[in-house]
């Protein structure tokens, strides 16, 4: 069974450009949820997705924004970068309760 | 106060050697804890579940204290592989559904 995967493994964008991040679940999961890890940190949550909805967010700004599709696939979007948006991007998808995460995507903002 | 609190380490010991880690969690209402192990630059990886009987799975043994809010793992015979990120997660139902929450982590490194 194919575990969480995220596109692309690594992503550089200069400062204020807009950068999106895909993450697909595993097969039968329908929640998704997204995590920030940045350089020496816990991982932070930023958004849930579940069933096509936006179920609760984290303390972000609303640059930080997203959606998931029918499929249950889910994308990240960040606008307007800030170079402290470098970070691991996580995805992971639910199960009863525990999470499985992807290998992440790495955003560096230059 | 934050809601999960880990103490970052490192813990240095020698192969072989026995570790415990605790972590603290604020929230009384939690309901599931787990414990994750990350690799250096790598994504979490779920390590075991913990139980309020308390749970082993080879080497890895965890505990649930309700009543002073702490989960401990203890890791018996340590490897060289045993290095890595520990994490603690504690699980509570909000408005908005099902939050877990992550420590910080605390860092093991086993050595020769």
């Known amino acids: 069974e194919a575990g969480v995967t995220q596109s692309p493994t690594h992503l550089i964008k200069t400062r204020g450009q807009q950068a999106t991040l895909r993450c697909s679940p595993i097969s039968g999961h329908t929640s998704v949820y997204w995590y920030q890890q940045a350089l020496g940190l816990g991982l932070q949550f930023l958004l849930w997705?579940?069933?096509?909805?936006?179920?609760n967010r984290g303390n972000f700004p609303p640059r930080f924004s997203g959606r998931q599709f029918p499929n249950y696939s889910s994308e990240l979007n960040v606008n307007a970068l800030e170079l402290e948006d470098s970070a691991l991007y996580l995805c992971?998808?639910?199960?009863?309760?525990?999470?499985?995460f992807g290998p992440g995507t790495r955003l560096t903002v230059t | 106060r934050k809601e999960v609190e880990q103490d970052p380490g490192p813990f240095n010991v020698p192969e072989g050697a026995t570790v415990a880690f605790n972590c603290t969690y604020s929230?009384?209402?939690?309901?599931?804890f787990f414990w994750y192990r990350q690799d250096c630059r790598k994504e979490p990886k779920l390590l075991m579940s913990v139980y309020s009987s308390g749970n082993e799975d080879g080497r890895f043994t965890a505990q649930l204290n309700r009543a002073s809010q702490y989960i401990s793992l203890l890791i018996r015979d340590s490897k060289l592989s045993d290095s890595a990120t520990y994490l603690c997660?504690?699980?509570?139902?909000?408005?908005?559904?099902?939050?877990?929450?992550f420590g910080t982590g605390t860092q093991l490194k086993v050595e020769l």
């Open positions: 997660v504690a699980v509570g139902v909000t408005g908005g559904g099902n939050k877990l929450t």
């Open positions: 997705y579940d069933e096509g909805e936006e179920r």
């Open positions: 992971a998808s639910t199960g009863a309760y525990e999470q499985y």
């Open positions: 929230n009384s209402a939690s309901q599931s």
